[in-house]
């Protein structure tokens, strides 16, 4: 699994993901979600992999164990980079996903990297208190999330870039720190709450950074590319 910026392809359908994907000359890292999965199934993973594409299925996994194992385990065999699920879920459902995970992974293969989801960058702190019932700060509850996820023995969560270095001093430095919200300077935030700069992100702790609209949404998707790639390497 390579350390490029991944690209999240919040498009509703295969023709509006390859007329992105065609402007680009060189294999990327890509994120597939929920609506992009739900709309087309898993023949769309399997063709972007046949472009050369590392990808990030990103379907954050809820559910009992045993359910969440059996998900996982089919999954395994789509060949993708990097899979996660909730940290939510706890402890014995993390197990369960990478018991799946390695299950299902083909033979002389190597496993996807599986992470968890701890906070929605989405998610203020308010929200978290008074919607979640969760009495701490934002920044502990991350925490937690992450000291449970390592110990369920997952390679990484997805955080805000916020929580990136404190994960990295309590988690190591090769524990995944997975952060979307990423937006240019001076661009729109969107729906995300807890953003940062690509050069800011890599500063601040995080392994990988997730970019959607900066770059979907450019009036030159390449250069934008580039420009992010370029701010991301150059700390």
């Avoid at 699994?1 to 990327?28: C, Q, R, Y």
């Avoid at 996807?112 to 989801?117: F, M």
């Avoid at 090769?174 to 690509?198: E, W």
Wanted: aromatic fraction near 4%; charged fraction near 25%; include cysteine.
């Amino acid at each position: 699994m390579n350390n490029k910026p991944i690209i999240a392809l919040d498009f509703p359908s295969e023709k509006e993901v390859f007329g992105f994907l065609n402007h680009f000359e060189e294999p990327l890292f890509v994120k597939v979600g929920m609506e992009l999965y739900l709309q087309e199934g898993p023949a769309i993973v399997e063709k972007i992999k046949g472009q050369g594409h590392d990808i990030f299925l990103d379907l954050k996994l809820h559910d009992i164990p045993n359910t969440v194992k059996s998900a996982m385990k089919g999954l395994a065999r789509l060949g993708v980079d990097l899979v996660n699920v909730h940290a939510a879920g706890g402890i014995q459902m993390m197990e369960g996903a990478l018991e799946g995970l390695e299950a299902g992974t083909p033979s002389g293969r190597s496993r996807a990297a599986l992470i968890a989801v701890t906070q929605l960058t989405s998610t203020t702190e308010q929200q978290m208190q008074e919607e979640q019932n969760i009495q701490l700060s934002l920044i502990d509850s991350v925490l937690h999330y992450a000291q449970i996820t390592k110990k369920a023995g997952l390679d990484g969560v997805v955080c805000s870039v916020h929580e990136a270095e404190a994960i990295r001093d309590i988690c190591g430095n090769d524990f995944l720190r997975v952060t979307p919200g990423i937006r240019m300077a001076g661009g729109d935030s969107h729906d995300q709450k807890r953003i940062a700069t690509p050069d800011g992100a890599r500063s601040d702790g995080s392994s990988l950074i997730v970019v959607g609209r900066a770059i979907t949404k450019a009036e030159n998707p390449v250069e934008a590319y580039k420009r992010v790639v370029q701010l991301w390497e150059e700390n």
